[in-house]
């Protein structure tokens, strides 16, 4: 079992920032691949960022270049610095920890939600 507990969510201006945390306990078995999706209202779940636990990230086309995934495995937790923040990014921030190797080890958080005002 993993648990995952994000926080760092909240309410920002357009062109503001925002640090997303994502801590993880329990069976971390390497190699994995964390993730951070977004759902706004009415839409349906969207990659933002991968990165696996040699470091190598993924990004959507939308966040390139203004969103940074992180992660510190000694800490056990995934970061996500978000720059200049658009409304169209606000939703609700999951974090997703899985295996490599094994589809079953699928694991998310509860979510926070990211709301960037006009």
């Known amino acids: 079992q993993v648990q995952l507990v994000e926080s760092g969510g909240g309410l920002v201006q357009t062109g503001g920032s925002l640090r997303l945390s994502c801590a993880v306990s329990?069976?971390?078995?390497?190699?994995?691949?964390m993730g951070w999706y977004r759902q706004a209202p009415g839409k349906q779940r969207e990659v933002v960022a991968e990165?696996?636990?040699?470091?190598?990230?993924n990004y959507a086309d939308s966040v390139k270049g203004r969103f940074t995934a992180s992660r510190d495995n000694d800490k056990n937790t995934m970061y996500l610095q978000m720059n200049s923040l658009k409304p169209e990014d606000t939703a609700v921030y999951y974090c997703n920890f899985r295996s490599a190797f094994v589809a079953a080890i699928n694991y998310w958080g509860k979510g926070t939600l990211v709301t960037v005002s006009s």
């Open positions: 329990g069976s971390i078995l390497r190699p994995n691949v």
């Open positions: 990165i696996t636990s040699g470091g190598s990230t």
